[in-house]
């Protein structure tokens, strides 16, 4: 938590009240707000639908009257129309990004306007802070800070930027919404197995992603030592086992049923160097991409002899 005193010898300004937030036309904004002690904020509504990530701080945010608790790297999501308020706990005052999103910002696009009608719903059912042990949340920050350099720098088509940005963010707060229940839903009987089935499944879903075991980690709330150990034990391979595992099942899948070149099928499948791509591939599959393409065309065991 970074202390008032501490926030004020920085002259960072710091508020009493709720922050007012000036939406530009094309209908997407963030603001940053930092609190004073004893902040203070009347239950409101807002025409436009809210996401709050929280930078420090613990606070209980009230959905007409519903308690949920806010602390640092939290993210939630405050539908349009709803009441809602902010109580900040004792000597814990939030410093937090407050995205405000106009629901018709892109009503010419039907594909956002279908998620961010989904968004609302979601939230308004689950009403929930979503935190690292959702599925893929910890990717949210990311396209945080890159709405916030594009609003900030607005370089030449920082606002086409943004829209994309945000689309690609309601599409993964909605997908966290749907396909990860709560965590304490989760086999609370082995809670930490159920979260490395949850980072094996992100895996599994977006292995042509950049995915870092830290990230991964952070996703199951272990440390890297403790993920290596668990994922181990829960799988019987490491965590970069498992990823070219699923990689490389991608690209014999390809190899067999289209006709691109193995440079793109590299790519796609989440190889950045067609040299390491080849060494797993072979590794792996005990023949070479182009035999592996052959042979499986021609009915053939894929076995190491097929090198010869």
Sequence with gaps: MIPTAKIEQENIPVTKHPISLEIPDYGICIGESHHQLKFMMDPMYNHYTKIYYVLEGVADCYLDSNPVHLEKEYLFVIPSEIEHYLEDKDNSPLSL??????????????????????????????????????????????????????????????????????????????????NVPAIEQMDSSNPTFARIQKVADHISKNFY??????????????????????????????FIQYLHYQRIQFAQ????????????????S??????????????????????????SRNGMPTSEQQED
């Design 97 to 178: 990004y407050i995205l405000a999103i106009e629901n018709s910002c892109m009503e010419n696009l039907h594909t956002f306007s279908e998620q961010i009608s989904l968004l609302n719903r979601l939230a308004r059912t689950q009403q929930r802070a979503l935190t690292h042990h959702d599925y893929a949340a910890y990717e949210i920050p990311r396209l945080f800070r890159k709405i916030i350099n594009e609003q900030r720098v607005s370089r030449e088509g920082f606002i086409p930027a943004i829209q994309a940005t945000l689309l690609s963010m309601i599409v993964a707060l909605n997908r966290i919404y749907e």
């Design 253 to 268: 899948q390809l190899l067999t049923e289209t006709e691109q070149p193995i440079a793109a099928i590299c790519f796609e």
């Design 209 to 238: 992603e950049p995915i870092c075991i830290e990230n991964m980690a952070k996703m199951a709330c272990l440390s890297v030592r403790q993920f290596t150990n668990q994922f181990k034990a829960v799988y019987g391979v490491t």
């Design 270 to 295: 989440g190889f950045n160097d067609l040299a390491h791509f080849y060494r797993v591939f072979k590794k792996m599959a005990k023949i070479s991409p182009r035999k592996y393409r052959i042979s």
